[in-house]
C-alpha cells in the first residue's frame, strides 16, 4: 500500500514565523502535491512537483514555496506565516505515466497562525 | 473559468436506500474523472475512476455514470450503511498533465 505521512498532525504557529511541512511517500512516486483545504473552498493546489529539484505553481502559491531535494520528500514552506494560512494541509503523491492521475493523500496537517 | 460544481448541502438518506450525488462541470473537457471519500480530519481516499469515453463504471456497491454531453457524473451508493457516511469529492483531469480538479464535495450522512 502506498504511505503518504505529514510530519505533523497539528500545528500551531505565530504570525511572521517560518513554517516548515513535511511530506514522504514510499512509493518511487514522480509526482508529489501540496493541496489547502477550506471549507466551501474545496481543495485548492498550491504547488506541484514532477521531479527531483523540479516544481510547478499551482492555483494558490502565493505566500508559500517549496522544496524536493529528494524523490520521497516534499515540503512546503510559508516564508512568512499570516492568519490567512491557518487551513488545513493535505500532501498527495501519484506515479505516471499512467493517465489515471489517481493521487494518494497523507492525512493532513491543520495549522493554526495565531 | 472551469468550475465543478457539487451540492454543497449535506445529504441525509435511511440506511439501505441508494445515495445519489452529482457532479456538474463547466468549460471544462475532463479525459476522466475520479471520485474519492474523505472522513473528518482525514486527507481523501481514491474510489473509481471512468474515463470519457466509458458511461458507466461499478465496484462493489459503488457506480458511477459520466455524461460528457451534459458534463455530469453521477456517484452512486446501493444498499447504503452508516459506515458510508462521509464527504465525496469529484475531482476531473485532462490525462497526462497529472494535475486533478476538485469539487468542494458532498457529505452523506446514512442513518439507522
Known amino acids: 500500500d502506498v504511505k503518504v505521512t505529514q510530519s505533523s498532525r497539528y500545528l500551531v504557529k505565530r504570525t511572521g514565523e517560518k513554517v516548515f511541512l513535511e511530506c514522504v511517500q514510499d512509493?518511487?512516486?514522480?509526482?508529489m502535491f501540496w493541496y489547502r483545504q477550506d471549507p466551501g473552498l474545496g481543495l485548492r493546489l498550491i504547488y506541484f512537483?514532477?521531479?527531483?529539484?523540479?516544481?510547478e505553481k499551482g492555483d494558490i502559491p502565493e505566500g508559500y514555496s517549496v522544496s524536493r531535494e529528494k524523490k520521497e520528500r516534499f515540503s512546503l514552506i510559508l516564508e512568512s506565516a499570516s492568519t490567512n494560512q491557518t487551513s488545513m494541509y493535505l500532501c498527495?503523491?501519484?506515479?505516471?505515466?499512467?493517465?489515471?492521475?489517481?493521487?494518494?493523500f497523507g492525512p493532513g496537517t491543520r495549522l493554526t497562525v495565531l | 473559468s472551469q468550475k465543478i460544481e457539487q451540492n454543497s448541502e449535506a445529504l441525509n438518506i435511511q440506511e439501505g436506500k441508494t445515495a445519489t450525488l452529482t457532479c456538474n462541470y463547466t468549460?471544462?473537457?475532463?479525459?476522466?474523472l475520479q471520485w474519492y471519500r474523505q472522513d473528518p480530519g482525514r486527507g481523501p481516499v481514491f474510489l473509481l475512476l471512468i474515463r470519457e469515453n466509458e458511461k458507466e463504471k461499478r465496484k462493489e456497491r459503488l457506480k458511477v455514470t459520466f455524461d460528457t454531453t451534459l458534463k455530469q457524473s453521477l456517484f452512486h451508493i446501493t444498499a447504503s450503511q452508516p459506515a458510508d457516511s462521509a464527504t465525496y469529492l469529484c475531482a476531473l483531469g485532462a490525462g497526462g498533465g497529472n494535475k486533478l480538479t476538485f469539487g468542494t464535495g458532498t457529505q452523506l450522512k446514512v442513518e439507522l
Open positions: 512537483s514532477y521531479d527531483v529539484k523540479m516544481k
Open positions: 498527495a503523491s501519484s506515479s505516471p505515466p499512467k493517465l489515471t492521475d489517481t493521487q494518494y
Open positions: 468549460n471544462y473537457s475532463p479525459a476522466y
Open positions: 512509493m518511487d512516486h514522480e509526482n
